[in-house]
């Protein structure tokens, strides 16, 4: 891209691992934080060459790569069309998730059934046992308490000292993030116009992606998404998005309280309703 000119440059947003900048209004270009350059610069080559190859069997836009520099820890591509679900208003959200919640179902199952081999040399394997995801869920619901109103900490506590589900017995390739903030909508039309953010994509349980749906778009986005996955085993698929769900919004909240981002606290609270009833 030597002719391409720029003539302005403004911060997009930070992550925990990472800074973004817009060029041009067009052209996203993120720098990694990671300190140690080999590290970072494995990460940013990884990266680049999965997105080449998500973008191959996604049924959505993804972000492609224009260019990288690995040992500078840059990443640039074009910014794909739309609005975060998340800056999305809740209500509208809400009421309309079910529609974008089929369309994520359909996305999911083309990267679930995508060649394993193949992609297990751009990702590793993150299969944390659930036993371990049910403790860390308890230690962060000892840190939180004071921001967890109190009709729902009585069902938390339940959750907390139920046996969690059984262990997924075959991992898959999945985005592995898939919360609505990394899900891009046009909120005119209302259809889902890309998934962005692929740092996280691994092999794993193929229920954990469901979970965040549920988690961010509440139980009738999650049957809607279900429905158009096409698997024999939803009951057991279910039961595990569900459990995903309700240990992963203490991490969202924790982060949103970290980070003074009020739209992650909000969310978090508010699908509370639906994760720990009264």
């Known amino acids: 891209m030597r002719d391409y000119r720029v003539e302005s440059i403004v911060e997009f947003g930070r992550g925990l691992d990472h800074i973004t900048y817009k060029v041009n209004d067009e052209l996203i270009v993120r720098f990694g934080t990671e300190a140690d350059v080999a590290r970072l610069a494995a990460e940013v080559d990884r990266e680049a060459r999965l997105l080449t190859t998500v973008a191959e069997i996604s049924p959505l836009p993804v972000p492609k790569p224009v260019f990288a520099d690995a040992q500078q820890g840059c990443l640039a591509y074009f910014q794909v069309p739309g609005v975060p679900l998340l800056d999305v208003p809740e209500r509208r959200r809400l009421t309309g998730g079910p529609v974008l919640a089929a369309t994520l179902g359909d996305f999911l199952a083309a990267l679930h059934t995508s060649p394993i081999d193949a992609m297990r040399a751009g990702v590793d394997a993150d299969a944390v046992p659930l036993a371990q995801w049910r403790q860390e869920a308890a230690e962060f619901f000892v840190a939180l308490a004071e921001h967890l109103p109190a009709v729902h900490q009585p069902s938390i506590e339940v959750f907390l000292s139920a046996a969690p ?9 999945s985005h592995n993030d898939l919360g609505i903030e990394h899900v891009l909508v046009d909120p005119i039309q209302w259809v889902v116009t890309g998934i962005i953010d692929w740092s996280d994509a691994a ?17 009738t986005a999650l049957d809607a998404a279900l429905t158009h996955y096409r698997n024999r085993d939803l009951a057991a698929l279910r039961e595990r998005a569900v459990f995903y769900a309700r240990c992963s919004v203490f991490e969202d909240l924790a982060y949103g309280l970290e980070t003074g981002q009020r ?3 909000d969310k978090s609270l508010g699908a509370l309703t639906w994760l720990f009833p009264a």
């Open 263 to 265: 739209t992650y606290v």
């Open 203 to 219: 092999i794993v349980d193929p229920a954990y992606d469901f979970g965040l749906i549920h988690r961010d778009l509440g139980p």
């Open 165 to 173: 589900p059984d262990d997924p017995h075959a991992l898959v390739f």
